[in-house]
């Protein structure tokens, strides 16, 4: 009886998310014809939509897994629907400031910042859940890594945006590159390691591709770093940031799934 109530309120809330979309979407075009065909826009439009049908999806499996593993999905959730959220305006910012005639637009900085600030930790934050959902984490782990992540994305900004001078950006970049590699340390041999050796297969399957992701696919974001660095690749830039979102989260997320949903399925066959 549990399920058949939580899904009606699932059904209403992804009809909430379609009636809140509807008022985010731009009346702009897109210009992929001309002599500057806008792809830096089909980009942010791709990225917004698959945020949003990742935000779905995870909110509708959240009904088929233990309760145990309910949390973690609605994090999974979160992160996608917050970048979602976030990237109805960075597509607006974009689209608002492109020119067809030199083929350039305003990249929008401090609205990217702003969603890393909310949803890197929440990702972060998911090894620590995923792991208490198995009864194997500790709360000093979620603060180690919670804490390194906004050490991270706090350098990464003050770097990027300049805001503290030109001459702050590298040392900046320096700070932010020592906290990620901190975090996975902790991922790869720190007490994380340590801990999901007791969890169950799934858990272990999802641990080790999520801690591939934050090694390899956040790998993109201080390779960005150095491509802006000249400031005269804003428009692969922001493409690249893009996809690295898409992935980045949403397989995030189906990492998360697939373990609560395997875990789930074991618990079930026990009983």
Do not use: C
């Amino acid at each position: 009886m549990k399920t058949e109530i939580s899904k009606p309120r699932s059904l209403l809330l992804t009809a909430l998310l379609f009636l809140v979309t509807l008022g985010t979407v731009s009346a702009a075009g897109l210009d992929v014809t001309g002599d500057n065909p806008d792809w830096v826009g089909v980009s942010f439009w791709l990225a917004t939509a698959m945020m949003l049908a990742s935000t779905v999806f995870f909110i509708m499996e959240r009904n088929s897994v233990a309760d145990k593993w309910k949390t973690s999905m609605t994090v999974a959730a979160l992160v996608t629907g917050v970048a979602w959220y976030h990237y109805t305006y960075m597509r607006e910012h974009w689209a608002s400031s492109y020119d067809s005639a030199t083929g350039e637009g305003s990249s929008p900085l401090v609205l990217r910042y702003i969603d890393w600030l909310i949803t890197v930790p929440l990702q972060v934050s998911e090894f620590y859940l995923i792991l208490a959902a198995v009864g194997v984490a500790t709360a000093a782990l979620f603060w180690k890594l919670f804490g390194a992540s906004l050490v991270m994305l706090i350098a990464g900004f003050l770097g990027e945006a300049e805001i503290l001078g030109e001459s702050t950006r590298m040392p900046m970049f320096i700070v932010g590159m020592l906290a990620w590699i901190y975090i996975i340390y902790e991922l790869w041999a720190g007490e994380a390691k340590e801990k999901v050796g007791g969890a169950s297969e799934g858990t272990q399957f999802a641990f080790k591709a999520m801690t591939l992701i934050l090694t390899f696919g956040w790998a993109i974001y201080p390779l960005g770093f150095v491509m802006g660095d000249g400031g005269d690749n804003a428009d692969a830039l922001n493409i690249l940031y893009n996809i690295a979102d898409v992935v980045n989260k949403t397989a995030f997320g189906l990492m998360v799934w697939y373990a609560a949903t395997m875990d789930t399925k074991a618990s079930s066959s026990e009983e």
